[in-house]
Each structure stands twice: as structure tokens, then as C-alpha cells.
């Protein structure tokens, strides 16, 4: 795992960049206007330098990274720049790649790319869109506390992840079935082309996931392989926030957390929890336990164990474990699975009866892997008053749209001769 890959230094933002894009702008319209005799293009890219322009001075400063001062562990937090997460990095992979499949499809039967890519672009503006929905909804307790302007700007900064693959499907799936509409495509043929692409980059995506640490399992025992997760990461949070870490088990209600059973040996019996005690947990920041553990920063930073017959205990960052304990890699599980299911999506392709099948196909597998994988995930809890999490509940339908699709397209699309489906 490896959240961020490098920073750009802030001292970029401080107009030197600004400064470069302008010049590069305005030689790109002098070029149009002067030499290329295109006037109508110059004026064109005028709205484009624009807005680039205005996302470098007042988005892009707003997205840099914040951390605590080395020399100052207890000031105020620095600015170290804008982060490139390894998320993003593999998100990138993950759609240039997936083009590329398309285009290898386009070229096999002779369908036009341009138009498909043009449809892919609004996808994945709309999957993006849809994925980010989704997730605030989901989450929604983490941003409802925020002040108007904060929850906007928690609600766009994506630079940590927070996306999700439901959301993204339907964010995608709404922008395309309105751009094939308008432009009179036939939906079964263009979703048979892109179903295999649409996983392929899941399966890319999912490797982002596990370099943020998101989408993770449960604590997984032996036999079974476990992935440890480095100090201030997403499941050594959680882990942390149920006790877990600390060797406490226990059930979680509006009183705090119900100690069911102490492991020997561990933080929590040696700082005198004992079972039936009733605790509260106040949880340094992940920043602060990075810092901490991983770049060894003297920051006096405690987790906090509160409770009536214990009164208050602290137990410094520096005593927390170094890692989470093991946990079932999901995310490596999650990409394996998309991985094969693309590879069949493409292969089954030449094989199909009628146009429509390979993306029925794709919307009855893909959600029955992932309401199975649901089991051993920790990052959602139940919703509507069953232990089926939201992407269970998603999955149901989509399976139940899979099929749907699959007995529409065998009753309505008509039967292709072999020769037409290579």
C-alpha cells in the first residue's frame, strides 16, 4: 500500500505554473489565428485556456496536501504540495486501457471508434460523477457535520479515493443510454463492445484501491492469507476504532463499546480494560499516527480510553502497533475476479446469438462476485434493518436487470450466423 506516490512541490502553484499554462495557451491560439488562418478554432480554444486557467489558480491550490511540520510537530500543519495518489495513477492505467480494448473490438467488426469514444467520454465524466454520489451518500455521516463551503470541498476532493464501482456503473450507464439515444446507437451491439473494457478497467482500478487501502476486508484467520496494512491506513483506523488492535472484543451501542473479552497479553490488559467494562475511544488522526510511526516525527498524540471505572487512559501513538492485523485482501480478490470476467466477457463475444448478450452477461456475474465478496467485507455496515450492505442490495437489482436485459435481447435482437460475430 502507498497512498501517495510524490508531491508536487506548492512552490509550482505559487504562479509558475499559472504562468507556463497561459503562455503555452496563447501560442496555441496565436498558432490558429496566425499561421493556421483558423479564426473560429482560435476563438474556440479561448473558453478552454480559461478554465484550465481558473482550475490551476484558485481548484488545484485548494487540493494540495497538508501535513505536520517536522520542526514544529505541535504548530500548524505545512502545505507539502499537490499529492499524486497511487489511487488516481492506476484509475489513469485503468481507462487508457480500457480504451484500447475498445479500440481493438472497434477494429475487429468494423465499427466506428470515434463515435464510440465520444460516448465513452461522457461515461466516464458520468461514472465519475456517479461513483463520488454514491460514496457521499453511502458515508453520508462523515460530511453531514460540515459547514456548507467544507462539505463542497470534501465532496469534490476525490485525491484519497471515495469512489464506488456501483455508483459508477449507473452515473455511466444513464449517460450512455441518453448519448445513444440522441445519436441513434444500438444500444445491445455498442454494450456488447464496451462490457469487457468496462471490467477490465475495474480490475485495474481495484489494484488503486489496495495502493490507498480502501475497499478491505475483515480480519482474516488462519489458514487464510491476510494482508497487514501500515499504521494510519483505512482498515488499521477501523480496526483501531473497534478496539480490535487493542485486543478488546466487544459490541458497540449508544452507552460506547461493551467489552465481551480481553486478549492476554495485549495493550488493552495491560492498561487494565477489563470484560464487562463499558469504554469510549477517542482516536488520534491517521495524520498524526503517520507521522509518528512512518516518518518518526515527535508529536505527542495519544488514543484515549475513556470510562466511568477507569476514568481516562492515554495510550501514546509510539505504544499502537506498526501494522493492522491481517486483513482478507479484497481489493486483491476483487481484481482477480473482474480480471477473468473481462477475459471472458471478450472471449464469449464471437460466440453470442444475439447482440445485447455479453453485457446481460456482465451485469448478472459481476454482481453476484460482489455480493459474495460483501460477506468478508468491514467497510460498510447493513442497511435497511438487514446485514445486507448497500452494494448487496444493488447487486440484487442489477442481477435482476441482467436478466432482464438477457431475455429482451434473445426475444427481440435477431439470431447472428457465426460469421458475423468474429
Known amino acids: 500500500m502507498q497512498q501517495t506516490l510524490f508531491h508536487i512541490p506548492h512552490a509550482l502553484f505559487d504562479g509558475w505554473l499559472l504562468a507556463v499554462w497561459l503562455m503555452i495557451g496563447f501560442a496555441m491560439i496565436g498558432y490558429q489565428w496566425l499561421i493556421a488562418k483558423r ?11 480559461a478554465i484550465v486557467a481558473v482550475v490551476i489558480y484558485f481548484v488545484l491550490p485548494q487540493l494540495e496536501n497538508k501535513g505536520i511540520n517536522p520542526a514544529d510537530p505541535d504548530g500548524d500543519l505545512i502545505l507539502l504540495g499537490l499529492a499524486i495518489r497511487g489511487y488516481g495513477f492506476f484509475m489513469l492505467i485503468a481507462m487508457v486501457l480500457s480504451l484500447g480494448m475498445i479500440y481493438q473490438r ?39 457535520n460540515d459547514s456548507s463551503v467544507n462539505l463542497i470541498g470534501k465532496m ?7 469512489l464506488v464501482v456501483y455508483g459508477s456503473l449507473i452515473g455511466g450507464l444513464i449517460a450512455a443510454m441518453v448519448y445513444m439515444r440522441m445519436k441513434k446507437m444500438a444500444w445491445p451491439e455498442v454494450g456488447d463492445i464496451l462490457a469487457p473494457a468496462m471490467v477490465l478497467g475495474l480490475a485495474i482500478g481495484r489494484v488503486g484501491c489496495l495502493m490507498n487501502g480502501c475497499c478491505y476486508g475483515g480480519i482474516c484467520e488462519p489458514p487464510y492469507p491476510g494482508l497487514e496494512f501500515p499504521a494510519g491506513s483505512p482498515p488499521y483506523m477501523q480496526q483501531l ?23 492476554p497479553g ?29 516518518e518518526g516525527i515527535d508529536k505527542e498524540a495519544s488514543l484515549v480510553i475513556g470510562g466511568l471505572r477507569l476514568g481516562q487512559l492515554k495510550i501514546p501513538v509510539a505504544d499502537l502497533p506498526d501494522f493492522s492485523l491481517p486483513a482478507h485482501p479484497t481489493q486483491v480478490y476483487s481484481s482477480i475476479n473482474a480480471l477473468l470476467l473481462s477475459l471472458l466477457l471478450w472471449f464469449y463475444y464471437p460466440f453470442r446469438r444475439h447482440s445485447g448478450e455479453v453485457l446481460a452477461l456482465l451485469l448478472i456475474l459481476y454482481p453476484l462476485g460482489r455480493f459474495l465478496l460483501e460477506i468478508i467485507r468491514t467497510d460498510e455496515r447493513g442497511q435497511f434493518g438487514t446485514a445486507l450492505t448497500i452494494s448487496q ?27 458475423e460475430t468474429v
Open 156 to 162: 469534490l476532493d476525490m485525491t484519497k479515493g471515495g
Open 241 to 263: 476504532a473497534d478496539g480490535q488492535l487493542l485486543g478488546i472484543d466487544g459490541q458497540w451501542s449508544v452507552d460506547g463499546l461493551g467489552v465481551e473479552r480481553v486478549e
Open 266 to 294: 495485549s495493550l488493552a490488559e495491560s492498561r487494565g480494560v477489563k470484560q464487562g467494562d463499558q469504554i469510549m475511544l477517542l482516536l488520534p488522526s491517521s495524520m498524526e499516527i503517520k507521522a509518528v510511526k512512518e
Open 106 to 144: 472497434c477494429r475487429q467488426v468494423g465499427y466506428e471508434f470515434d463515435q464510440i469514444m465520444s460516448l465513452c467520454f461522457w461515461m466516464i465524466i458520468f461514472g465519475i460523477a456517479g461513483a463520488r454520489l454514491f460514496y457521499v451518500l453511502q458515508k453520508w455521516e462523515d460530511f453531514s
Open 393 to 419: 442490495w444493488v447487486s440484487i437489482a442489477t442481477i435482476v436487470v441482467g436478466f432482464s436485459v438477457l431475455l429482451y435481447v434473445r426475444a427481440k435482437m435477431p439470431t447472428l450466423q457465426r460469421a
Open 39 to 49: 479564426q473560429s478554432d482560435a476563438f474556440g480554444m479561448l473558453p478552454v485556456v
